[in-house]
């Protein structure tokens, strides 16, 4: 990865973690190349859907695994992409802190499927899902981009 490169990598990976939500959940996004992103998230007493013991909420392994996967399409198509649609399996309980790794497997015209896998700290593998994003179509406002100079993204993914 060159100088221009890894800068931009930087602000897009500066942009997610600046997302109020992500912020709110304690995930950090790791690592953001061409089609590839990375994020963790370190399990905390809200995060859990037992009140016996800290076992990740469903939600929590989602929420994770959509942020993770739209940085991957968004440092490929360079635009705010939402998601379409998400299949998650849920594999194991998620007991330790939870990394992710999304890989962009086909970009088309108008939408882009990602591949994502979900691990805890322990080795576990926690769950596996495929999301679909919008990445192209309507370039007029909408809830998505109202207030946001979208060529500020495209900047911060181009070289």
Do not use: C
């Not at 912020?23 to 016996?52: C, F, R, W």
């Not at 739209?70 to 998620?94: C, E, F, K, N």
Request: proline share 3%.
């Amino acid at each position: 990865m060159g100088l221009g490169s890894l800068k931009t990598a930087m602000s897009l990976q500066s942009m997610f973690n600046d997302i109020p939500f992500v912020k709110q959940l304690g995930m950090e996004i790791t690592a953001v190349e061409d089609g590839y992103a990375a994020g963790e998230l370190p399990l905390e007493d809200g995060h859990s859907s037992n009140l016996e013991s800290i076992i990740a909420h469903g939600g929590v392994t989602y929420s994770l695994v959509d942020t993770v996967g739209g940085a991957a399409v968004v440092s490929q198509s360079g635009t705010v992409s939402p998601t379409v649609d998400m299949r998650i399996d849920y594999l194991a309980p998620a007991t330790a802190d939870l990394r992710t790794e999304a890989e962009v497997i086909r970009s088309g015209g108008s939408v882009s499927v990602v591949d994502a896998e979900v691990y805890d700290t322990d080795g576990h593998h926690i769950a596996s899902a495929r999301g679909t994003y919008k990445t192209d179509g309507d370039r007029g406002e909408s809830p998505w981009t109202e207030g946001v100079d979208e060529s500020d993204v495209t900047h911060r993914t181009d070289d």
